[in-house]
């Protein structure tokens, strides 16, 4: 099982980015979905997950400016970042539950820094 993650970069604050995180392998439906960030010194937090019937939950600081979504078809699992601040300035993870054997399978991660 792999999870490609990709999209993150560098941008202003006010900005946006859409990270993409792509699932494959054999024995492998994605139940929940999600996105993880961690922060400089901090320790690896929830952002945002999803369902395969699509509801979503949000922590707090992100609500009203990020969205979560995915593609059923392609495994895929999507988080659109809009209004960054600098305090969003992490190394995103993407994460998905396995059905088949109900183990957590984690991305690589990606970089996203917001800076002026």
């Known amino acids: 099982v792999q999870l490609q993650a990709s999209g993150g970069g560098l941008v202003q604050p006010g900005g946006s980015l859409r990270l993409s995180c792509a699932a494959s392998g054999r024995f492998f439906s994605p139940n929940v979905m999600g996105w993880y960030r961690r922060a400089p010194g901090k320790q690896r937090d929830l952002v945002a997950s999803?369902?395969?019937?699509?509801?979503?939950t949000y922590t707090d600081s992100v609500k009203g400016r990020f969205t979560i979504s995915r593609d059923n078809a392609k495994n895929t699992v999507y988080l659109q970042m809009n209004s960054l601040k600098p305090e969003d300035t992490a190394v995103y993870y993407c994460k998905a539950d396995n059905r088949f054997d109900g183990r957590p399978y984690w991305g690589q991660g990606t970089l996203v820094t917001v800076s002026s």
């Open positions: 999803i369902t395969s019937g699509g509801s979503s």
